[in-house]
């Protein structure tokens, strides 16, 4: 299936095709990265591509599917799709053999099935588009400056590390909650200053600026009651999310849903990130 051939120094495998289904502006740049590795690209379902029956038509050795796969657990993530497209029919129309990729697979299961956006390597290079994301929002919805505001980053993760990095280098007092003592020792190395997660509702009223990157509901209703009035939460969490939106208007607090920042401001970037960890992947299966 596939036939591989030294080209530049690297072994590269023109023969192999992606089809890229679905998506947005992100995977149009991964196939783009794809095609400078040598890799033969078609795009179904996509601004610039075949609609999505032409795909059933060709043999594609692999599948480059969206972040997310899925946003309700049965229908392809295809914003530029006019009809909804079932992720069961796209998996059930490839190849038995095929190379599947996709990113937060809500649960859906096939054992060709590869989530991208899960490994380590994918989440270092999306950290920095979602942390420069959540500084341009952050200067688009105050009226001052980042620089002398006290900001607070709650979770030490890739993205919430890389977050307080830049937020302390635009000149931001930044303090970072953590659950880990090891992570509130790593943010002090940085120069922030950090605390336990515990002490989130007893510090709330300091900060002007919260920035959450956990999963989880820790900005409970006290939490929310003891913020500011004028304080700003940007939530760069996946669902649960870190906070009750609803929650937080009927109570007067500013807080918006900012997961996805990479592909809504740096496509580009995020795609390129995209393409990189398949390329990775595929390495590790020795395709080249």
């Known amino acids: 299936m596939i036939d591989a051939r030294e080209k530049g120094g690297m ?42 029956e032409e795909y059933k038509k060709i043999k594609a050795d692999a599948l480059l599917l969206p972040l997310p796969l899925t946003k309700d657990g049965k229908t392809l993530f295809a914003p530029d799709e006019k009809e909804p497209i079932s992720v069961s ?10 190379l599947l990729f996709a990113g937060r697979t809500g649960g859906i299961s096939d054992e060709r099935l590869t989530d991208y956006s899960a490994r380590e390597d994918f989440a270092i290079m999306n950290a920095v588009p979602t ?24 979770g030490f993760g890739r993205v919430g590390a890389q977050t307080a990095r830049l937020f302390r280098a635009a000149g931001a007092e930044v303090t970072v909650f953590a659950r880990k003592t090891e992570a509130r020792m790593s943010a002090r190395a940085l120069g922030c200053k950090a605390q336990a997660t515990d002490d989130l509702e007893i510090a709330a009223s300091d900060f002007r ?13 006290k939490v929310l009651s003891a913020l500011r009035k004028d304080a700003y939460v940007i939530d760069l969490a996946s669902a649960p999310y870190g906070l009750d939106f609803s929650e937080a208007g009927r109570l007067g607090r500013k807080a918006i849903c900012a997961a996805g920042l990479p592909g809504k401001y740096f496509p580009e970037t995020a795609g390129r990130a995209v393409a990189e960890t398949i390329v990775h992947i595929l390495r590790e299966k020795h395709y080249f």
């Open 11 to 52: 072994t590269m495998h023109e023969t192999l095709t992606f089809a890229v289904i679905g998506g947005d502006k992100r995977s149009l740049f991964a196939a783009r990265r794809l095609e400078e590795y040598g890799f033969r690209t078609a795009l179904f379902a996509i601004s610039g591509g075949q609609p999505y």
């Open 89 to 98: 029919d796209v998996l059930s129309a490839a190849p038995a053999d095929a």
């Open 131 to 154: 942390a420069e994301g959540a500084l341009l929002l952050a200067l688009q919805g105050l009226d001052e400056t980042i620089c002398g505001m006290r900001v607070a980053v709650v």
């Open 209 to 221: 600026l919260f920035i959450n990157t956990v999963p989880a509901r820790l900005f409970t209703s």
